[in-house]
Every structure is written in C-alpha cells, then in structure tokens.
C-alpha cells in the first residue's frame, strides 16, 4: 500500500526505512510505500514543528 504525503514549501521531510535514514525529500508531492517512515520538519520564525507518519 501507498500514501500520498505532501511537504509544504516551508518544510523538508526526512525519509527512513527500517529506522535507518534513507534521504531528505523538498518540497513536493510524494508516493511513498507504507514500510517507510517520514519525518516533515517545518521551521518558521516563531516555532519548529515536527510530523511523523509510519
């Protein structure tokens, strides 16, 4: 199975599989397989926030 995830222009996603990281992923539109991890970091000048998606 996929998910479709979208990284908004003022964030970054770290991609994982298996807990070892795999690559930094820009802003965009990604299909991903349900074995891999996302983390997005998103930095304004205000907060850092943090989403994680298994």
Do not use: C, H, W
């Not at 995830?5 to 964030?11: K, S």
């Not at 994982?16 to 304004?44: E, H, Q």
């Amino acid at each position: 199975m996929f998910k479709k995830i979208t990284i908004q222009a003022d964030e970054r996603g770290l991609l994982f599989d298996k807990g070892s990281y795999v690559k930094k992923l820009m802003p965009g539109t990604y299909r991903l397989s349900s074995s891999l991890s996302l983390a997005i970091v998103g930095n304004s000048e205000t907060m850092l926030t943090q989403t994680i998606y298994r």
